[in-house]
């Protein structure tokens, strides 16, 4: 059976219980004196105040010496211009008004951080840092499960997260964060080292998760409790999907074997990604449709051995991703995520190879019974085993070597009669075999909408979620064959920055080694699907990228560094079609490469390619690698049938109608062309937009009024509000619903 954790092999005290966390801080640091190196989590789950209370005792005391080792540091969303700040504004009242950043944000940013303050992250908020010396020298590559064992060197002595209380009290919820609290306190136990030091700020927001992720109380030195700490999570608001986005999810929804095991990251990938399987399930006819217009063009030859998946779900999938995003609760309502597994070995390989059904009765005993797990008769830990899956009634129990009834009565132990096995199973009998899980996840991150759904599962969806240890997620090393039978038909999927033509991936960095994000989990789970059986690493990323209006690929002929070796390579997609790498020749994986690859960028690459005698003299690019354009992409999903299957915003917004269709038309204003006759058309373009006060462009001018152009007076804010009516005119597609309805 699955291990969990027990907080036995180390006990504490009853907690001290704070509400002020000044308090608090000055009980910490009787405790550790004055060098503190400080662990908080990935992401949603710091314990802000205690944070910031701790760094600003350390800001006055400079003999107070504080590390803080984190990742993924979630900051209110800043405007680097006018345009944004008008957007970001009402957001920041609305969403963030509540939500305290973390104090050394500003200062790190402005590179003033105190002498004895350190802040080390192995992964950033993409993007946020590039250009930071301070937090770019203080980055630590590591793959996420070995990142405990940094802390370790580091030195880390307290852990400080924000948990969500369980209702009577008692115990608590690491919830959205068990990701490494649990093997560091396992580790710190197993090795005999000293106990860490966990503050749990307790926040009833929190949505509260069963399972691996509850604590008890006394696993804590302190609590901070109180109004103060009861606040909104931070909201991650959705990003808009485009249709390369969507294209690439087609793609790779088609790759998802039914009855397997799903991970998939975050972003608008990610949605658009969970969405495609949502309509393979739910509008299967629409999406064969869809799917089989994007395959016309893409090159078979080269996908031959990929299977072409359309059929909906019958057996369902399984989830296991180190993180849980948002679509996956929506998967789990449409009956995607609906595989189920059992922390049993044996138990699981009987319901994979359809030897018993997940509900009870006698051939569930007789099936384990053939084959070892239990024996004849049973013993007091078979009786334990199967109590725990609701196969032997739980009011049986044990008084020396007897099995005894709810009334005292001793009960027969052979499984050979049909009257034993009867009585054994009592009113376990014809209900559902208890203990399963349908999804296992290391954090979660995401909108408001998605904590309110989290909040509002009932307890029977709540049970089958395990938020659990990240080694357990990400990794085989322990309990590996529980988890190969578990994940099974296993598909990985995770976004690139880059890919060379050779196979290798880039995810994490610049040519100049300027650190983008991290490596997180993505070589993880590129090891599992080598590892497992019939598992597959798929690799998704856009053919090309637009900044200031010039177009860059993402497929390169060579970068100095990679995240994944391309003796790696596996299954790679773009908007173009998917590839099979595995097990290919150089040649024959470029040549793959090359047919993914925008029309645009091919002639460059396989020159490069035949230049350094990896593709013959004589191969010419094949005339259906022609048709790798944005406008052939449009072309398929021009019809209004097909439009309507692809909102902006899939799994829903926090943003109000307004915002969202702000959002699309900034986002491609960013990457937007700026050389002056392009945006002196705009200028033209939006005036008379701004002047249009006809039906069609009602949308548009509540836009506006959102971002208060509708008083705008001077030269300047005029002209950005020229530009920003004639984006919303350009780029919003009136066919395209904004959520799914």
Sequence with gaps: MEKQFSMEAFSKEAPQRFASVEKCIDALLEKTGNKIVLGLPLGLGKANHFANALYARAVADSSITLTIFTALTLERPRGDSDISRRFIQPLLDRLYSSYQD????????????????????????????????????????????????????????????????????????????????????????????????????????????????????????????GMAFDTPLFAAPAIPVSFTEYSIAFHT?????????????????????????????????????????????????????????????????????????????????AGVLSREVYADAVLQQLLDGDEITETVNEETLLALKKSGRISCPLTPEDTRFLQSFGIVDPSYSWRGHKLLTPDGEEEECDLHSEHGRRRLIGNCLNKKLCGGTWLHGGFYLGPELMYRELRDLPPGERAGIDMTAIDFTNDLRSEGALKQVQRKHARFVNSAMMVTLGGAVISDALMDNQVVSGV??????????F??????????????????????????????????????????????????????????????????????????????????????KSFAIPQEFNNNTPE?????????????MLPYYP?????????????????????????????LMAVIKGRKVWHDKSAGTEAIQRCLERMGYDHTETYEHRLEAYIVAAALWEYIDKRRPLRWE
């Design 102 to 225: 973390l104090g050394y944000v500003s200062a790190r940013r402005k590179g003033r951080l105190p002498d004895n303050i350190n802040v080390v992250e192995f992964f950033m908020e993409p993007g946020a840092l590039l250009g930071n010396h301070y937090a770019q020298q203080h980055y630590v590559s590591a793959n996420y499960t070995l990142v405990p064992d940094d802390l370790l060197r580091f030195g880390v002595n307290v852990i400080a997260q924000m948990v969500a209380p369980a209702e009577g009290g008692g115990r608590y919820s690491l919830s959205c964060n068990p990701d490494l609290t649990l093997p560091l306190l396992k580790m710190t136990a197993n090795r005999g080292l000293n106990p860490l030091i966990l503050v749990g700020e307790v926040n009833p927001q929190l949505p509260y998760m069963t399972g691996s992720s509850e604590l008890d109380e006394n696993a804590f030195d302190f609590l901070l409790e």
């Design 253 to 333: 929804a088609s790759l998802i074997a039914d009855g397997g095991t799903l991970q998939v990251g975050i972003g608008a990938l990610g949605d658009a990604v969970c969405h495609a399987l949502r309509l393979r399930q739910t509008e299967n006819a629409k999406f064969r449709q869809i799917i089989e217009k994007l395959i016309r063009s893409d090159p078979l030859a080269y996908r031959k051995d990929l299977p072409l998946l359309s059929e909906t779900f019958q057996h369902g999938l399984y989830g296991a991703s180190e993180m849980v995003p948002h679509g996956f609760l929506h998967l789990r309502r």
């Design 520 to 529: 997180g989990g993505q070589y993880n789970f590129v090891a599992q699907a």
């Design 531 to 616: 590892a497992l059986p019939d598992a597959r690493s798929i690799i998704a990323l856009p053919s090309t990228r637009v900044r200031g209006g010039i177009c860059e690929s993402n497929i390169v002929w060579e970068y100095p560094h990679a995240t994944i070796p391309r003796h790696l390579r596996d299954v790679v997609v773009t908007e173009y079609g998917a590839v099979n790498l595995r097990g290919k020749t150089d040649r024959d994986v470029m040549v793959s490469m090359l047919s993914i690859c925008d029309a645009r960028f091919q002639a460059v690459l396989l020159e490069q390619a035949k230049f350094a005698g990896k593709i013959e």
């Design 632 to 644: 052939h992409i449009a072309e398929v999903f021009s019809e209004e049938t097909s439009l309507a």
């Design 651 to 679: 799994l829903g917004t926090d943003f109000t109608d307004e915002e969202a269709l702000l959002a699309v038309a900034l986002q491609q204003l960013r990457a937007a062309d700026r050389s002056w006759w392009k945006m």
